[in-house]
C-alpha cells in the first residue's frame, strides 16, 4: 500500500511541475520527496537575456564644465543603430528653444564590452555588451554665452525617464570693460556705434585728444569707425554735421544734403543715423532735445521720408545694461529701456532683464544675460540713494574664477540699477552676509560705477 501511495505523489509532482513556470534564474534549485534519502536535484537553464541600457553624467545636475556624456549599451548589437535614432535633443534658454538635433549628430566614440560590465551582469557575464558613448561637446554646438536646459528623450519605450542637464556655458571672451580715469592729456568721451550685425546702438567711450570744442570733437568721432578688435560695425553710421548750434537745451544740427544722401536709403539706415546722433549729443546735460536741418529745411524729404519739423526728445529712462557678445570674442555692456514707472516694479523687471527673461521681442541676436537664471535676489532694500541687493549662493561661483564674466555680471547690476533715479550706489550681499571681495572690491560696501562705460582703449 505505501508503495502504492509512494508511486501516486511521484507521478503528481512531475505532472505539477510540467504546469507550474520555473525560474531559470535561480542556480540551485531542487525538490525533496516525501523520501528523504531519495532527493532529486534539476539544473537550472540560463535564458538568452538581452541586456538595454541607457546611461549619463549626472543627471539634472548643474554642469559647469560645459560637457557630459550619453551611454547606450545593449546586447543586441543590431539594435544599436534604431535606439541611437530614437534620441532627441532639444536646448533651451530661459527664453526660448534655440536648437534641436539628433544624437546621433553628435561625436561619439564606440566600444565593445566583453564580460564584467558591472555587478548586475555578473550571472550573464558570457554575453557581449555593446556600448556607444557620445560625448557631448557644447562648444560645438555654436551657443551665446547663457544659461541653458538640456532634454534629452527617446521615443523607445524601453527609456522610461528622460535626461535632463542645467548649465551655464560661457564662450571664451574678454569683457571690454569700463574706466574711471583717462589717459594724460586724453579724454573720453561718448558715442553710439551701431553692432556688428547692424541691429542697435552701444554705448562706448573713445579716446580723443583734449581740447576746447569737446562737443564738436565727440560729433566727429560718428565719422570714424571702432578699432575691428571690437567687433562693432565698421561702416560708418552718419552724415557728417555742418554746424552745431546749442540753445535752451535745444542742439540744432545743420546737415548739408549730399551728406544725407547715402542715409536716405531704407529705414534702418536713416533710424541708426538719427538715433546716433540724437543719443551722442543728449549725453551732454546741456541737450534736452535735438532739431535737424537739411540744407536750411525740416521737411519729410531726408531720413527716409523722417518728419524733421519736430523736435526729437533726448529721453532719460532707466536701463537694464546686459551683455553683447562679438564675433571678435569681446563682450559690451548694451542699454534695454526699462519702461515701469513704480520703483519696485522696475529693480524686478531690471533683475529679470538681465537674467535674459525679459529680453525685447526683437533683434535678441548676440545679446546674452550677464545674471545667470540660477542666480537668485533674495532681497533689497533702501537706504538713503543706495540699494542693498541680496543674492543667493550661486552669485559668488557661477562663474568660478573667470574674471571676464564676473566683472561683467557685477558692472551690469552697478550701471543698471544707478540708471534708476534716486539710486546712486550698489551693495551686495550673498545669502545676507557680507563678501570680503568680489573681483578685487569689497561689494557688501556702497559702490558707484565708473564713469566710462564700455572703454576702447
Do not use: W
Amino acid at each position: 500500500m505505501r508503495l502504492i501511495i509512494n508511486i501516486f505523489l511521484i507521478i503528481l509532482i512531475v505532472f505539477s511541475l510540467s504546469i507550474i513556470p520555473i525560474n531559470y534564474q535561480i542556480i540551485d534549485f531542487h525538490l525533496s520527496y516525501l523520501n528523504k534519502s531519495d532527493d532529486i536535484e534539476i539544473e537550472a537553464v540560463e535564458t538568452n537575456i538581452e541586456f538595454f541600457n541607457v546611461s549619463s553624467t549626472e543627471s539634472n545636475l548643474f554642469l559647469t564644465d560645459n560637457n557630459f556624456k550619453v551611454c547606450i549599451s545593449t546586447s543586441n548589437k543590431d539594435e544599436l543603430e534604431t535606439i541611437i535614432d530614437s534620441f532627441n535633443i532639444k536646448i533651451s534658454n530661459p527664453n526660448e528653444v534655440v536648437k534641436t538635433i539628433k544624437l546621433k549628430q553628435l561625436k561619439n566614440s564606440y566600444e565593445k564590452n566583453i564580460v564584467d560590465i558591472n555587478e548586475y551582469l555578473a550571472e550573464h557575464s558570457n554575453q557581449e555588451i555593446y556600448t556607444i558613448e557620445y560625448n557631448f561637446y557644447l562648444r560645438d554646438l555654436d551657443l551665446t554665452s547663457n544659461y541653458y536646459t538640456v532634454l534629452i528623450t527617446s521615443a523607445d519605450s524601453r527609456v522610461k525617464e528622460n535626461i535632463s542637464y542645467e548649465f551655464n556655458y560661457t564662450n571664451d571672451n574678454t569683457y571690454i570693460g569700463s574706466s574711471n580715469k583717462s589717459p594724460e592729456n586724453m579724454l573720453y568721451t561718448k558715442v553710439y556705434y551701431a553692432d556688428e550685425n547692424f541691429l542697435r546702438l552701444v554705448p562706448v567711450n573713445k579716446l580723443i585728444n583734449s581740447t576746447d570744442r569737446f562737443i564738436r570733437a565727440t560729433m566727429n568721432q560718428l565719422l570714424e569707425t571702432p578699432d575691428n578688435k571690437y567687433g562693432l560695425s565698421n561702416t560708418i553710421i552718419a552724415p557728417r554735421i555742418k554746424n552745431i548750434y546749442i540753445h535752451n537745451k535745444t542742439a540744432r544740427i545743420d546737415l548739408n544734403s549730399y551728406d544725407v544722401t547715402a542715409f536716405n536709403n531704407g529705414s534702418a539706415n536713416a533710424m541708426f543715423a538719427l538715433d546716433s546722433i540724437i543719443n551722442t549729443i543728449g549725453k551732454f546735460s546741456v541737450v534736452d532735445k535735438v532739431k535737424f536741418f537739411v540744407d536750411n529745411k525740416d521737411n519729410a524729404n531726408y531720413f527716409h521720408g523722417t518728419d524733421l519739423s519736430e523736435e526729437f526728445i533726448v529721453t532719460n529712462k532707466s536701463k537694464a545694461y546686459v551683455g553683447l557678445e562679438t564675433t571678435n570674442k569681446t563682450m559690451l555692456l548694451y542699454p534695454i529701456e526699462i519702461n515701469e514707472k513704480n520703483l519696485n516694479d522696475k529693480i524686478v523687471v531690471i533683475i529679470k532683464t538681465l537674467q535674459g527673461i525679459n529680453y525685447e521681442s526683437n533683434a535678441t541676436a548676440s545679446l546674452i544675460p550677464t545674471l545667470p537664471s540660477n542666480v537668485k535676489l533674495l532681497n533689497y532694500k533702501f537706504n538713503d540713494k543706495n540699494i542693498e541687493l541680496d543674492f543667493s549662493k550661486e552669485f559668488l561661483t557661477i562663474y568660478k574664477e573667470n574674471n571676464n564674466y564676473n566683472k561683467l555680471m557685477y558692472e551690469s547690476i552697478l550701471y543698471s540699477m544707478t540708471s534708476i533715479e534716486g539710486i546712486n550706489s550698489v551693495s551686495i550681499l550673498v545669502n545676507s552676509e557680507k563678501v570680503p571681495s568680489f573681483t578685487g572690491i569689497k561689494i557688501s560696501e556702497p559702490q558707484k560705477p565708473n564713469v566710462f562705460i564700455n572703454t576702447l582703449n
